[in-house]
């Protein structure tokens, strides 16, 4: 148990996803490609709206609210990519590879509670964020509820007064209809960098 803003969080109540249900996930996010029927306009306007909301929450490390936005079975992964020369056919992102992050909503939870617990000693004094997200485009899927979404994001950091970060990536997401607005239940992030420079990743994408 551990404590999301005032809330106490419950790892109980959470689905479990096991190491091979994970794997599922990870392939299920390799393989969206946009194929699928593009939503009507007045569903992208809301999903497009959804994702500026959460860009401003991230901004002002609203790090609770976020949280509710985030599905009980969330899988949430940011795997490394691999260099390869372009006659080898491996891809560079796979479902085996190394992440940095192989989340579920427990260990969101948990990385909440570490920068709220204030003993963190790299956010403090905090760091400043700014979240650009674009490119937004969204898909029907076999799934009631269910679309498929693809979206690029830049992220800039500024601490203290000359440490700063750029990054710079892709996103693929699975987000479910639920009431009157969305959750994110699968969330790929892509970054171009095989290696990353910068000095840490105590960050939401």
């Known amino acids: 148990m551990t404590a999301v803003g005032k809330r ?3 790892y109980a109540t959470l ?5 091979d249900l994970a794997r599922q996930a990870a392939h ?16 992208l306007a809301a ?8 860009a401003r929450l991230l901004d002002e490390e609203r790090y ?4 509710d936005l985030l599905a009980d079975d ?22 085996e590879n190394m992440a940095i992050f192989d989340e579920r909503k ?21 760091t400043r964020h700014v979240y ?34 750029t990054l710079v990536g892709r996103r693929r997401d699975v987000l479910r209809q639920v009431g009157g607005g969305f959750q994110v239940a699968r969330r790929l992030i892509v970054l171009p960098q095989a290696v990353l420079l910068t000095k840490s990743l105590s960050v939401f994408f």
């Open 64 to 67: 609770a609210e976020w949280y």
């Open 132 to 165: 650009v997200v674009s490119n937004v485009e969204a898909f029907a899927t076999g799934v009631d509820n269910e679309y498929e979404c693809h979206s690029t994001f830049l992220q800039y950091r500024n601490r203290a007064e000359r440490d700063e970060s």
């Open 74 to 95: 969330l899988f949430y992964w940011l795997p490394l990519t691999e260099n390869r020369f372009r006659r080898d056919e491996r891809p560079r992102i796979a479902a």
């Open 106 to 126: 427990a260990d969101i939870a948990v990385r909440i509670g570490r920068l709220d617990s204030r003993l963190v000693w790299t956010e403090d004094p905090p």
């Open 8 to 10: 106490a969080v419950d």
């Open 28 to 43: 299920q996010l390799l393989a969206l490609r946009g194929d699928g029927e593009p939503v009507p306009a007045a569903k």
């Open 15 to 19: 689905p479990t996803l096991t190491h």
């Open 47 to 54: 999903i497009e709206q959804f994702y500026r909301r959460e």
